[in-house]
């Protein structure tokens, strides 16, 4: 993660302290230059111009040499009353990515994406359908907290003036917490994911605490134990779907190579050492996974792991031939897994008038080829209730 000493441009925000000191002498200034600049990024600052304990040719220079690593906001949906805000954003090379920023009254998280696409090929979601067109940088990783921390700040991103309602209303002015839920695998794009993580984490960094920090991932054991062996107590989503290996190989092809019971081991061990709570992420299928024998089987699981289970009704997606549950299955899937001794979360209404599926465009195709958007219907509305109910599930502490 340090500075490159050629003329490719640097993403400030892929860069550590040791290499800001290393670039700033490299732009022939003392060392300490590196510090001021620190100092600006982590008030959410990465436009050299900004930086005014600069002079105003470094400012030039440092300009030059980060040209083209801020992306650009290429839409903005606002959705439940102001309070789900979803951005697409595209890098210099015309991949998209989306973001989303959650306002609660005491807290304000932003979803983030570790990917364009997604290799992982799970058939109930488009970011699947749409393969994986790039892994994103650390830097493109932080950079969406960013993103989030000046539209909240300041009600812009860049030169855009935003919706009003991104900095109106009640709730903290700054991001608080953060969740890799966004498109993508986060631990398939493992040193990229654990590098952002450290920059949001660090006290030189944004100084998150890492148990408002939560990755979801769709089971990849051995980063599952890697993100263990760091040492900190960041919350653990493990999207599961399926609770028999013959149902979960069709849901969640990677279950072919990391079974259940291998899944349930590396989770077990995360837990055990981080003494955090792990959260099981359900997305409720109609007459797929919705029914008895799944849920006494996720229930076992749960208990065993003392896993917090967040059921999603699948939200319909353009190319998906299966259906969001009825009521009526959902009602009698749920008191199931409660009458089992479960913890349950059935997801809220948050975002159900938001216009763009999040997650679920093929936004990274349509808006790399500088087209318009498709628009679907159901949009935060998976994020935002996965992230709430993540966050209950995470927010109680050591189990
Ligand atoms: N790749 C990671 C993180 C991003 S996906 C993972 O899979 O965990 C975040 C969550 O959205 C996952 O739990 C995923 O299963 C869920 N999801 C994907 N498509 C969905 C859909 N159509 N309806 C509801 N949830 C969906
Ligand atoms: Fe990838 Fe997660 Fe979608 Fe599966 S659910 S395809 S792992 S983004």
């Keep these: 993660m340090s500075a490159a000493s050629t003329d490719t441009p640097v993403d400030l925000y892929a860069t550590d302290r040791a290499g800001l000191r290393a670039l700033l002498e490299d732009l022939g200034e003392p060392a300490y230059r590196g510090d001021q600049v620190a100092a600006w990024l982590v008030r959410g600052v990465d436009d050299p111009q900004r930086m005014t304990d600069l002079p105003a040719a470094l400012r030039d220079r440092l300009a030059a040499r980060t040209a083209g ?16 805000h979803k951005f697409l954003l595209r890098f210099a090379d015309g991949e998209a990515i989306e973001t989303v920023l959650m306002r609660y009254p005491r807290r304000a998280t ?17 970011t699947g359908q749409a393969g994986l067109r790039r892994q994103l940088t650390a830097g493109e990783i932080v950079r969406q907290v960013v993103v989030a ?13 935003l919706d009003p309602s991104v900095v109106a209303g009640e709730g903290p002015d700054h991001v608080t917490n953060v969740v890799y839920m966004g498109m993508g695998e986060p631990l398939a794009n493992l040193e990229p994911t ?27 054991v051995p980063a599952i134990g890697r993100l263990a062996e760091l040492g900190l107590p960041l919350t653990l989503a ?121 997650g679920q465009l093929l936004a990274a195709r349509t808006l790399g080829e500088g087209r318009t958007l498709p628009a679907a219907r159901g949009a935060a509305d998976r994020v935002g209730l996965l992230v709430a109910a993540a966050e209950r599930g995470g927010s109680e502490g050591p189990s």
């Design 110 to 126: 932003v979803c983030i994406s570790t990917q364009a696409g997604c290799a992982m090929g799970c058939p109930f979601c488009a």
């Design 238 to 358: 493990v999207s599961l779907h399926a609770a028999t290996d013959a149902l979960r190989d069709d849901l969640v092809p990677v279950n072919r190579t990391h079974p259940l019971h291998e899944l349930e081991r590396a989770v077990q061990d995360y837990r055990r050492r981080t003494r955090r709570r792990v959260t099981i992420e359900w997305c409720l299928i109609g007459d797929v996974n919705d029914d008895v024998s799944q849920a006494d089987a996720l229930a076992a699981i749960a208990r065993r792991l003392r896993a917090h289970v967040n059921v999603i009704p699948m939200n319909p997606t353009p190319g998906v031939r299966w259906q969001e549950p009825t009521r009526a299955r959902t009602d009698a899937f749920v008191g199931r897994l409660e009458r089992s001794g479960a913890t349950v979360t059935l997801r809220d209404t948050r975002g159900r008038d938001a216009e763009a599926a999040c």
């Design 194 to 220: 654990i590098a952002s993580v450290r920059w949001l984490h660090d006290p030189d960094g944004f100084g998150l605490s890492a148990r408002s920090i939560t990755v979801s991932t769709v089971g990849l």
């Design 149 to 161: 921390q000046q539209a909240l700040a300041t009600g812009r991103i860049g030169d855009v003036e």
């Design 69 to 84: 690593s801020t992306p650009e906001l290429v839409a903005h949906h606002v959705a439940d009353g102001g309070r789900t």
